[in-house]
């Protein structure tokens, strides 16, 4: 019996043994499968948070300010340059478009999308963005659905364009006024001129002499005036197009020379002195542009300077520039004109220079020939305090 029972338990010990080493490679390999899941998903949940991160680079990277909501309105998602410009740095995502945004064409092209299920087209409008800046950005807004069906919300893309409404107001400013420029000489050439031929028809041989002298000095002075305006329209196209400007060491006491000579008489007649000095004695430019530059800095501070004022003219250096400044004792610029000075037809006191005589291209003639030369021209003016030209040239050419 002895034998009998240790002989069953010897079998029931075995196969105690055998279950046991079995659940144990079962449990190892279910142990083993957890692990590769596991790994599986750290490498899934790795690859997940890299594309994120370059979704996110590629969002912050984007120049357009970007927004998607859902169905209620909420934002999903919106990357830095909408934080930036719509939430001054911060946009809560509990908010709904209509806490976002004032203007109520932003809201409605959002419900076309999300109610209707249709893209608006791009329209520009004016917005006031978070830091006081009035805007103009053109916006499209576009359904987001699953399977093409199920709208669950709306992604709008805002597009700032108001380099280019600014531009398009420039060109609309240029026609009206270069329409308004060629229309005053050539009313005044074709009104004397009529005169001129009534008279004559009436009584040809009564027509008086003062009078025909001086509506023809009118008629000449006018033409004049017109073909120093297109004189003027047509260097101006040339110096924007890709004229080359041939560069050489000019010598600043030279050209001073030669252009205060010129100008001797204008500045006698007005009491006016002219002053010049020449501690950079060369500067690398095109000669005959930078001869153009002087004449109309110096013909400006002439003008606007009354009898009995000065204009002075410095060339230095200052680190790797050569800086030419036109100083006079002039009526001087306000703030505000400084920064619409340098456009076409742009003037602070239309009558007065009108009176004056200008074509309204000077100064942005001045400032096309600079920047082809790489350097730059800034304004330093207030009332009844005169005004500084200041051009800078760079030393050596950047190409």
């Given at each position: 019996m002895l034998i009998v029972f240790v002989f069953i338990s010897l079998i029931v010990?075995?196969?105690?043994?055998?279950?046991?080493?079995?659940?144990?490679?079962?449990?190892?390999?279910?142990?083993?499968?957890?692990?590769?899941?596991?790994?599986?998903?750290?490498?899934?949940?790795?690859?997940?948070?890299?594309?994120e991160g370059e979704l996110e680079t590629v969002m912050s990277a984007i120049s357009d300010a970007i927004l998607a909501v859902d169905k209620e309105g909420r934002p999903i998602f919106f990357n830095t340059?909408?934080?930036?410009?719509?939430?001054?740095?911060?946009?809560?995502?509990?908010?709904?478009?209509?806490?976002?945004?004032?203007?109520?064409?932003?809201?409605?092209?959002?419900?076309?999308a999300l109610v209707e299920g249709r893209s608006s087209l791009p329209h520009p409008f004016k917005y006031r963005i978070a830091s006081g800046q009035e805007k103009y950005f053109s916006l499209s807004v576009s359904p987001l659905s699953r399977?093409?069906?199920?709208?669950?919300?709306?992604?709008?893309?805002?597009?700032?364009?108001?380099?280019?409404?600014?531009?398009?107001?420039?060109?609309?400013?240029?026609?009206?006024?270069?329409?308004?420029?060629?229309?005053?000489?050539?009313?005044?050439i074709k009104g004397y001129t009529e005169t001129l031929i009534d008279d004559?028809?009436?009584?040809?041989?009564?027509?008086?002499?003062?009078?025909?002298?001086?509506?023809?000095?009118?008629?000449?002075?006018?033409?004049?005036?017109?073909?120093?305006?297109?004189?003027?329209?047509?260097?101006?196209?040339?110096?924007?197009?890709?004229?080359?400007?041939?560069?050489?060491?000019?010598?600043?006491?030279?050209?001073?020379?030669?252009?205060?000579?010129?100008?001797?008489?204008?500045?006698?007649?007005?009491?006016?002195?002219?002053?010049?000095?020449?501690?950079?004695?060369?500067?690398?430019?095109?000669?005959?542009?930078l001869e153009q530059v002087l004449i109309n800095l110096i013909d400006n501070a002439h003008k606007y300077t009354p009898e009995g004022g000065h204009v002075f003219v410095t060339w230095e250096r200052e680190g790797n520039e050569v800086v030419l400044k036109v100083k006079d004792t002039g009526v001087g610029i306000p703030a505000e004109h400084h920064p619409r000075l340098f456009e076409r037809f742009y003037r602070v006191d239309k009558a007065r220079s009108r009176e004056q005589g200008g074509t309204g291209l000077g100064l942005s003639i001045v400032k096309?020939?600079?920047?082809?030369?790489?350097g730059t021209v800034s304004v330093q003016s207030a009332p009844r305090e005169g005004s500084t030209f200041i051009c800078r040239f760079p030393l050596k050419s950047k190409h």
């Open positions: 010990a075995a196969f105690f043994l055998y279950f046991q080493s079995k659940q144990n490679s079962e449990r190892q390999a279910l142990k083993d499968q957890i692990e590769d899941l596991k790994k599986k998903y750290e490498v899934a949940n790795q690859n997940l948070r890299i594309e340059k909408f934080e930036t410009v719509f939430g001054q740095g911060r946009v809560p995502k509990f908010l709904r478009l209509r806490e976002i945004f004032e203007d109520v064409e932003i809201v409605k092209a959002f419900d076309l399977s093409g069906l199920v709208i669950y919300g709306a992604l709008g893309i805002f597009h700032d364009v108001t380099e280019l409404k600014t531009a398009e107001q420039m060109r609309i400013d240029f026609v009206a006024n270069v329409s308004h420029e060629l229309r005053t000489p050539l009313t005044s004559f028809r009436k009584d040809p041989e009564n027509l008086k002499e003062e009078s025909t002298q001086e509506f023809l000095f009118k008629i000449s002075r006018n033409a004049e005036r017109l073909m120093n305006l297109v004189g003027d329209l047509l260097d101006l196209s040339s110096i924007e197009s890709n004229e080359v400007f041939h560069k050489e060491l000019v010598q600043t006491e030279d050209i001073m020379s030669r252009l205060s000579k010129s100008m001797e008489v204008k500045f006698r007649n007005k009491k006016q002195t002219l002053d010049w000095t020449c501690n950079q004695k060369e500067v690398l430019a095109d000669p005959n542009r096309h020939i600079i920047q082809k030369h790489e």
